[in-house]
């Protein structure tokens, strides 16, 4: 009785996706790849002991049944045939596959002679130590039989192979294959990144190109000349191949672990590959284990999905090594390598050869130390969902054990007793035991993570691969575990049945065999699905060679569109869905000339560029999570001369002297010879505005200063303002004005005597990150000086807008900041203001706001406020309910404040710095923390210091990270409306808002480069454009033409369709958009 | 005579009487070697909570002081008290209760303070339950115990008060060093690219100097790569020799490296081996030298302040210099100019190279101990056994000094420049030290 209703209610807590594990006694899949290290191969001995083995899934007979071939690493592989309904029979033996306990690692299943029959590669660590062996090519013979023919064919590479991937680099109707090999020593130092130029006949990548279309039988090493490195600098792990850039030819990505980046070869279509994973890619994943390409959002571009391992459990993550020192960080860039962060990536493809990197938006970024991504539609309700394995023999990466658990003696490990100490310490090394993640895709870039609901377990998983292996219209899913049984899941998700299927095998013909790189489309309901043929992904694996589309209530298909890799495209209909096709490629198809997907650049240099100072505000504020030292550039478009064209001031860091550019009636710009900066050197421009201080009808102009160099009050903190002489000359007036790091600056005449008044609002106490300095609201007394009428530590201001938001004729004065709420301060009239932030409901907008403007945008005659956040693609999450929380206090009596931030972590309130920046700023915890382990347990600032919350000197929160719109309807509280998820990408730095018609056009420059590296670089999104209806409805985002991994802080409209956008420590550059 | 007599008499009564009762605590108390393990025990724990050389010689040198303060009290006519000689220090309060025994009481602040300065403190209150229940278990009487420690109590706060105003709080919090992009100076090295340790050490309060400046060694040489430069010619010097190719050099190298934290990327597996510092290793000189020496329970602690005295003072001097010059490692510049594969025996320490810090106190260490001892003070180092090195013999404390400097070209992490410098600063913070600091009563 009791039994049943836990039964119950198991099923009841079933996941949209679920899986079930099929005994090996039921299966016959006997097979566990056992490891037994010995003193001489260990994982001290050889980095990647632990890796585990890999899984090959295709139909080797032609039966319609996907067959599966294991690799083991110290124990035989072995091939099992499906004799149907999930029972499979061992034919290692018979099937002629070589039984020995040579180290497999990878392997694939492709058809490389064209026979029709699908032969089986596998990848050897084949020459080091005792490990000795090549790779293997078994030619499939027919009959379930295999000819171990690699030397025949010219593939029997002896080194350090992960994997290989076979493709058709040139579309001749071949495979050819790019053979992913590994270093194996440790990285002691990073050295140049151009010692990947050097190659290494042992872990260096090759390419070979198979000569069987000139009808040779034979693979002939083109490695030199294919554009690709092969050094030893490669740590490659991941391999898989893709159209990328959908220009018919298909490109390849490399994951390589440590400090190398990852490779993203573009096929230049002339037998060469050019690594593009700088200009495609803003940042990658650091320990790149596995990878996956395919479409995430049904957008039709080509989504990439990239393992490392973040931990998502709070205690691990407290005691595991994580992200690189700013410093470290800042030497890998120094000798040329790629910004990389150890978390999941998903490169979400922009169609315009870049990617948005969106994984902590979709939560994708953690799932611990992973190896094997796939990403498919294993509920078939049209969206692809994402399947990642994990698990570690052994954790190597905590830090108790690096510090203290490790104790060895090492002149005696230098000396004499190796094997033994070695031993010692590899079994003192922690091991996790974790459950597999799916991320279930609910559409809208949105994801479900599942695991026990989904059947899964605790596991060592490595490699795995995907198949309908019961052709019942779901994907099963096999995975090579280490030291366990091999698991065989079926897809038993709870929905299945309900959502309907269609899938695919493509057979090539006399003229061209080779499939795999095929583009299928297919169009269903008003909506297209796409699919490219593509086997080898995951890790050290290849699934199979059906396409399977879900198709959810989608009850019928208008047709599949078959792209062959030759440029020939096959159109089929009238094909029946919840059953497989076979799609055999027409004889008389016409080549059809592929769209290639090129990239109209509208964006010209401009000629201003920004140099930001060298300075880390880190090394003296070790707990900052952002640089408040790098602000600007700051223009100022206005027309200084009197001739009617806008001039430019532009305001730069320390070190540059500013600008000032006038406009020339052709539309360029010069410098003005009359007002040359040279003497302000010594600030750092934040903002600047023009406006005519004395009403003499003439532009002059503030520009204020900032930084966080110097202590306060240093000299070159000081705000300047210059007189316009009713020439265009603009003289310094000498008196002396705030020193302090500025924020912003913006005039208005709130008390309507005709005279400017003036806000004066500052980013931040220097040396003192969170503390809010004082702002200033000050008066113009009519002759050209001003008396303070309030001042107010308001927040960390970063942004300020005069403008009468209750419609009484009176400028109210909205402001924004770090670690406050968008601020409204109402005009009361007699020069007072007063705080109606709660009244207008923004009490809950506490946020990292950079940005404030204001608008009618839903034409009610009111105007509404539109601010920039951090977004929702940062490593924190923070909302009312789960606040991201800054506690400032002098906690270790040393008389500076310390910044400490918590913060929610996957349900767990954790700190943010580390514990060793923790104890580099307040020594005493180290007393309080002597491992690692006690401090884990971390669960609030009581824990951490000691002090209760009640007790500390300021407490602050961020409870919204997201871009907002808030609507203002006249009456009662704003309406809060999210900007759209692309919006959401980065941080928002300024908006253009285009009023001229009642369907407004918002344009916003974004991306954030100055977080702390634990942070990571906001550079998914640099800009783009948002269009709404009268209502105030948005109808559609585009993404602006420009670069995508900028440090972009202003935009400013110079013409009709031109904009200026400015680029901190970079090149300031235009660029046109339609009306 | 008939009083001498009768007083014998009379003790030899009580002594008789006292027999009665345990009183091998007492002999306990005398023995210096409740001391030695006391620093050892203090050596043990720096060594497991992993301390960079300079703040090792900080967590040695108040304790001690704490303890010499309490045997200057018991011995005032033996010894001189530090007031006016050490900066800041003002004299300790004198004991009260006549049941305070001053062994024990400088044994109680020596852990006290030792405690309050390492991470660990179990693992010193460990070791001190247990000197307390031994010597109890050998008829410590309660009162005794509880006044001695009572006072040490009072002394440790004392000498609390006097370490928290030496700026080392202070620094903690003070910037870290940016990397200056021009190739002389200093850039982090592997394996693990550790921030550079101590930069404002400096600013740290010195004991006799009158700060840290007051020994500035010349400039190093110009960074140079022209070949024959002077400064290639050094930095050719270190490529050839700081790999341990010769055994000889290779011993002497390994024998005086003195890390605290050696970094292993092994395979997949990270681990850290840790040993003594510099500093450390002259605590264990003096613990060989006033053994051999038979020094007494107050003559041990006398000659451990005047050689933490000297390594601390040695740190600052030599730190200052570290920082101000900010010169490149030579495995950084061998690295990038001359043989990417170069890896020294050693490996390179988080921090400049100029002057060498091993050289420098090594110096000023060895001269304080030719003063108390003399020269030609032959012995055999063990200190290392532990850490797994061999014993190594020296004829004088200078012999050690000397070879612990060159140690530094056979391990790869010196140019001979610093070396030589090195040793010059040394020398004249430990002859300042030696005029300067005067604690035994002529």
């Known amino acids: 009785m009791g039994c049943d209703k836990k039964k119950d209610a198991i099923s009841k807590d079933k996941a949209a996706i679920y899986f079930e594990a099929v005994p090996a006694d039921s299966s016959g899949i006997h097979f566990t790849n056992q490891l037994t290290p010995s003193a001489d191969l260990n994982i001290i001995e050889y980095l990647y002991y632990y890796n585990?083995?890999?899984?090959?899934?295709?139909?080797?007979?032609?039966?319609?049944?996907?067959?599966?071939?294991?690799?083991?690493?110290?124990?035989?592989?072995?091939?099992?045939?499906?004799?149907?309904?999930?029972?499979?029979?061992?034919?290692?033996?018979?099937?002629?596959?070589?039984?020995?306990?040579?180290?497999?690692?990878?392997?694939?299943?492709?058809?490389?002679?064209?026979?029709?029959?699908?032969?089986?590669?596998?990848?050897?660590?084949?020459?080091?130590?005792?490990?000795?062996?090549?790779?293997?090519?078994?030619?499939?013979?027919?009959?379930?039989?295999?000819?171990?023919?690699?030397?025949?064919?010219?593939?029997?590479?002896?080194?350090?192979?992960?994997?290989?991937?076979?493709?058709?680099?040139?579309?001749?109707?071949?495979?050819?294959?790019?053979?992913?090999?590994?270093?194996?020593?440790?990285?002691?130092?990073?050295?140049?990144?151009?010692?990947?130029?050097?190659?290494?006949?042992?872990?260096?990548?090759?390419?070979?190109?198979?000569?069987?279309?000139?009808?040779?039988?034979?693979?002939?090493?083109?490695?030199?000349?294919?554009?690709?490195?092969?050094?030893?600098?490669?740590?490659?792990?991941?391999?898989?191949?893709?159209?990328?850039?959908?220009?018919?030819?298909?490109?390849?990505?490399?994951?390589?672990?440590?400090?190398?980046?990852?490779?993203?070869?573009?096929?230049?279509?002339?037998?060469?590959?050019?690594?593009?994973?700088?200009?495609?890619?803003?940042?990658?994943?650091?320990?790149?284990?596995?990878?996956?390409?395919?479409?995430?959002?049904?957008?039709?571009?080509?989504?990439?999905?990239?393992?490392?391992?973040?931990?998502?459990?709070?205690?691990?993550?407290?005691?595991?090594?994580?992200?690189?020192?700013?410093?470290?960080?800042?030497?890998?860039?120094?000798?040329?390598?790629?910004?990389?962060?150890?978390?999941?990536?998903?490169?979400?493809?922009?169609?315009?050869?870049?990617?948005?990197?969106?994984?902590?938006?979709?939560?994708?970024?953690?799932?611990?130390?992973?190896?094997?991504?796939?990403?498919?539609?294993?509920?078939?309700?049209?969206?692809?969902?994402?399947?990642?394995?994990?698990?570690?023999?052994?954790?190597?990466?905590?830090?108790?054990?690096?510090?203290?658990?490790s104790n060895v003696d090492f002149s005696e490990y230098n000396q004499t007793k190796q094997n033994e100490l070695e031993l010692k310490l590899i079994e003192e090394m922690p091991t996790i035991k974790l459950s597999n993640i799916i991320f279930r895709n609910t559409g809208n870039l949105k994801f479900e993570k599942l695991t026990e609901t989904a059947g899964q377990f605790p596991s060592y998983s490595n490699g795995s691969a995907y198949s309908d292996l019961d052709n019942d219209g779901d994907l099963d899913i096999v995975i090579n575990t280490i030291n366990e049984p091999a698991l065989l899941l079926e897809n038993k998700s709870p929905e299945i049945i309900k959502n309907n299927y269609i899938g695919f095998s493509l057979v090539g013909d006399r003229e061209f065999k080779n499939t795999t790189g095929s583009k299928v489309y297919l169009f269903a309901d008003g909506k297209q699905f796409y699919k490219e043929l593509t086997v080898t992904k995951g890790f050290q694996s290849s699934s199979s060679r059906k396409i399977n589309f879900g198709l959810g209530a989608i009850n019928k298909i208008d047709s599949v569109k078959v792209y062959w890799l030759d440029g020939k495209i096959q159109l089929v209909k009238n094909l029946p869905i919840n059953t497989y096709h076979r799609i055999s490629r027409n004889m008389d198809l016409k080549e059809e000339s592929i769209s290639k997907n090129k990239i109209e650049t509208k964006v010209n240099p401009f000629i201003y560029t920004h140099f930001e100072n060298t300075f880390v505000d880190y090394e003296r504020e070790a707990l900052m999570p952002e640089k408040l030292s790098s602000e600007g550039p700051v223009g100022v478009s206005a027309d200084f001369n009197g001739d009617g064209l806008d001039d430019l001031y532009i305001g730069g860091a320390r070190n540059q002297a500013p600008l000032l550019l006038l406009k020339q009636y052709d539309g360029t710009f010069t410098e003005d010879p009359k007002n040359k900066f040279t003497q302000e050197i010594p600030y750092e421009d934040v903002d600047a505005i023009a406006f005519d201080l004395e009403n003499d009808g003439d532009l002059d102009l503030y520009v204020m200063s900032g930084g966080n160099e110097w202590g306060e009050q240093d000299a070159s903190y000081e705000d300047r303002l210059y007189i316009n002489d009713g020439n265009g000359k603009l003289n310094r007036f000498p008196a002396s004005l705030i020193k302090t790091n500025g924020g912003s600056i913006s005039v208005g005449d709130f008390d309507g005597d005709g005279f400017n008044d003036i806000f004066i609002g500052n980013r931040s106490v220097p040396g003192a990150y969170g503390l809010s300095p004082y702002s200033y609201i000050l008066k113009s007394n009519q002759k050209g000086s001003f008396t303070i009428v309030e001042q107010f530590r308001f927040g960390m201001v970063t942004d300020s807008q005069w403008a009468d938001l209750n419609n009484d004729k009176l400028l109210d004065l909205i402001l924004v900041g770090d670690w406050m709420p968008i601020t409204i301060l109402i005009n009361q009239g007699n020069d007072k203001f007063k705080d109606e932030t709660k009244a207008y409901g923004l009490a809950d907008s506490y946020g990292m706001w950079n940005t404030v403007a204001v608008a009618d945008i839903d034409n009610n005659g009111r105007l509404d406020i539109l601010g920039g956040n951090a977004g929702l693609n940062f490593k924190i999450k923070a909302t009312p309910e789960n606040p991201m929380k800054l506690f400032i206090d002098d906690f270790d009596n040393n008389g500076q404040p310390d910044p400490i931030i918590f913060y929610d972590f996957f349900g767990n309130n954790v700190p943010f710095a580390s514990k060793d920046k923790l104890v580099q700023q307040l020594p005493y915890l180290k007393k309080k923390f002597l491992d690692y382990n006690s401090f884990s347990k971390i669960n609030s600032i009581t824990d951490l210091t000691g002090k209760e919350e009640k007790d500390i000197m300021e407490i602050k929160k961020i409870t919204e990270l997201r871009s907002m719109i808030y609507l203002n309807p006249g009456s009662d509280n704003f309406k809060a409306v999210p900007l759209p998820t692309e919006a959401q990408m980065s941080s928002i730095e300024d908006f253009y808002i285009d009023s001229s018609k009642k369907s407004k056009k918002i344009i916003f420059v974004g991306n954030y480069l100055d977080y702390t590296v634990e942070l990571g670089n906001s550079d998914a999104n640099s800009g783009g454009i948002l269009n709404f209806d009268a209502t105030g409805s948005l109808i559609s985002f585009e993404y602006l033409p420009i670069p995508n991994s900028i440090n972009a802080r202003q935009i400013i409209k110079l013409e009709e369709t031109k904009y200026l956008v400015l680029v901190n420590n970079d090149g300031a550059f235009t660029f046109e958009v339609l009306k | 005579m008939k009083s001498i007599i009768l007083n014998c008499i009379l003790a030899c009564i009580i002594l008789l009487g006292s027999c009665k009762e345990n009183i091998a605590y007492k002999e306990k108390l005398q023995d210096p070697e409740l001391f030695q393990s006391s620093m050892k025990k203090l050596t043990d724990v720096i060594v497991y909570d992993i301390f960079s050389p300079p703040v090792a010689s900080r967590v040695y040198m108040y304790p001690t002081i704490?303890?010499?303060?309490?045997?200057?009290?018991?011995?005032?006519?033996?010894?001189?008290?530090?007031?006016?000689?050490?900066?800041?220090?003002?004299?300790?309060?004198?004991?009260?209760?006549?049941?305070?025994?001053?062994?024990?009481?400088?044994?109680?602040?020596?852990?006290?303070?030792?405690?309050?300065?390492?991470?660990?403190?179990?693992?010193?209150?460990?070791?001190?339950?247990?000197?307390?229940?031994?010597?109890?278990?050998?008829?410590?009487?309660?009162?005794?115990?509880?006044?001695?420690?009572?006072?040490?109590?009072?002394?440790?706060?004392?000498?609390?008060?006097?370490?928290?105003?030496?700026?080392?709080?202070?620094?903690?919090?003070?910037?870290?060093?940016?990397?200056?992009?021009?190739?002389?100076?200093?850039?982090?090295?592997?394996?693990?690219?550790?921030?550079?340790?101590?930069?404002?050490?400096?600013?740290?309060?010195?004991?006799?100097?009158?700060?840290?400046?007051?020994?500035?060694?010349?400039?190093?040489?110009?960074?140079?790569?022209?070949?024959?430069?002077?400064?290639?010619?050094?930095?050719?010097?270190?490529?050839?020799?700081?790999?341990?190719?010769?055994?000889?050099?290779?011993?002497?190298?390994?024998?005086?490296?003195?890390?605290?934290?050696?970094?292993?990327?092994?395979?997949?597996?990270?681990?850290?081996?840790?040993?003594?510092?510099?500093?450390?290793?002259?605590?264990?000189?003096?613990?060989?030298?006033?053994?051999?020496?038979?020094?007494?329970?107050?003559?041990?602690?006398?000659?451990?302040?005047?050689?933490?005295?000297?390594?601390?003072?040695?740190?600052?001097?030599?730190?200052?210099?570290?920082?101000?010059?900010?010169?490149?490692?030579?495995?950084?510049?061998?690295?990038?100019?001359?043989?990417?594969?170069?890896?020294?025996?050693?490996?390179?320490?988080?921090?400049?190279?100029?002057?060498?810090?091993?050289?420098?106190?090594?110096?000023?260490?060895?001269?304080?101990?030719?003063?108390?001892?003399?020269?030609?003070?032959?012995?055999?180092?063990?200190?290392?056994?532990?850490?797994?090195?061999?014993v190594r013999s020296f004829k004088s404390f200078l012999h050690a000094s000397e070879e612990a400097a060159i140690s530094r070209l056979y391990g790869g992490i010196h140019y001979i420049m610093a070396i030589e410098e090195g040793i010059k600063q040394g020398e004249k913070v430990g002859l300042h030290i030696s005029k300067n600091l005067v604690t035994l009563k002529k």
Request: net charge negative.
């Open chain 1, 52 to 405: 585990g083995g890999g899984v090959a899934i295709g139909d080797i007979n032609n039966d319609g049944l996907d067959d599966i071939y294991f690799t083991a690493n110290q124990t035989p592989d072995k091939l099992f045939l499906n004799l149907g309904n999930l029972k499979f029979k061992e034919i290692t033996k018979e099937a002629g596959i070589l039984i020995d306990n040579t180290w497999s690692s990878g392997v694939t299943m492709e058809d490389i002679n064209n026979d029709g029959l699908l032969d089986i590669y596998v990848s050897k660590v084949g020459n080091y130590k005792n490990l000795k062996a090549h790779n293997l090519l078994y030619i499939n013979k027919g009959n379930n039989t295999f000819e171990e023919s690699a030397k025949t064919y010219g593939l029997d590479f002896s080194g350090l192979s992960t994997q290989a991937a076979f493709l058709d680099y040139d579309n001749d109707g071949d495979m050819d294959v790019y053979l992913m090999n590994h270093s194996i020593h440790t990285p002691r130092s990073y050295g140049s990144s151009s010692k990947r130029e050097i190659s290494d006949d042992l872990a260096g990548d090759r390419f070979y190109e198979n000569k069987l279309e000139e009808g040779i039988i034979k693979f002939v090493d083109v490695t030199e000349n294919s554009g690709i490195f092969s050094s030893a600098l490669g740590y490659g792990l991941a391999i898989t191949t893709s159209d990328i850039n959908n220009d018919g030819y298909i490109d390849i990505y490399i994951g390589n672990d440590f400090h190398e980046n990852d490779y993203l070869y573009i096929n230049q279509g002339d037998k060469t590959f050019k690594e593009s994973i700088a200009s495609y890619i803003s940042h990658t994943s650091r320990f790149t284990m596995g990878v996956d390409i395919a479409d995430l959002n049904n957008d039709l571009n080509q989504d990439i999905f990239s393992l490392d391992m973040m931990p998502f459990d709070h205690e691990i993550f407290l005691k595991s090594g994580g992200e690189d020192t700013d410093k470290i960080a800042q030497i890998k860039k120094n000798y040329g390598f790629e910004t990389q962060y150890a978390r999941n990536t998903l490169q979400l493809n922009r169609g315009n050869n870049t990617f948005a990197e969106i994984a902590l938006m979709t939560e994708t970024h953690a799932t611990d130390w992973s190896w094997s991504t796939l990403i498919q539609d294993f509920d078939n309700d049209s969206f692809n969902d994402i399947y990642i394995t994990n698990g570690i023999y052994k954790r190597s990466n905590d830090l108790d054990y690096i510090s203290y658990l």
């Open chain 2, 66 to 390: 704490a303890s010499y303060s309490i045997m200057q009290k018991a011995h005032p006519e033996k010894y001189n008290s530090l007031q006016g000689q050490i900066n800041d220090f003002t004299d300790i309060p004198d004991p009260t209760d006549e049941d305070v025994d001053m062994n024990l009481a400088a044994i109680h602040a020596f852990l006290t303070i030792g405690k309050e300065l390492i991470f660990s403190e179990n693992r010193i209150e460990e070791f001190q339950n247990k000197i307390y229940s031994d010597l109890q278990e050998t008829g410590l009487p309660e009162n005794i115990l509880e006044a001695s420690t009572r006072y040490g109590d009072e002394v440790a706060k004392h000498i609390l008060a006097w370490a928290n105003t030496d700026m080392y709080k202070q620094t903690r919090t003070y910037p870290k060093y940016t990397i200056l992009e021009e190739p002389q100076y200093w850039k982090p090295t592997p394996p693990d690219y550790m921030d550079g340790i101590e930069p404002s050490w400096n600013k740290i309060r010195t004991l006799v100097l009158d700060s840290a400046g007051q020994f500035p060694p010349k400039p190093p040489l110009p960074y140079d790569l022209t070949e024959g430069s002077p400064f290639h010619k050094q930095l050719m010097q270190v490529y050839e020799e700081g790999t341990g190719i010769d055994a000889n050099k290779k011993d002497i190298a390994s024998f005086w490296d003195c890390n605290p934290y050696v970094s292993h990327h092994q395979g997949h597996a990270m681990f850290a081996t840790k040993k003594i510092s510099p500093g450390g290793h002259w605590i264990g000189i003096t613990a060989i030298a006033s053994r051999k020496a038979n020094s007494n329970f107050d003559e041990t602690i006398n000659a451990y302040t005047n050689v933490t005295t000297a390594l601390y003072d040695g740190f600052i001097s030599c730190w200052d210099e570290k920082w101000r010059s900010l010169l490149v490692r030579p495995e950084t510049v061998i690295n990038e100019h001359i043989d990417e594969q170069w890896v020294p025996l050693l490996q390179t320490p988080p921090f400049p190279e100029y002057t060498s810090g091993h050289s420098v106190i090594s110096r000023s260490a060895a001269i304080t101990l030719t003063r108390l001892y003399g020269d030609n003070f032959a012995f055999a180092d063990t200190t290392e056994l532990e850490y797994g090195l061999p």
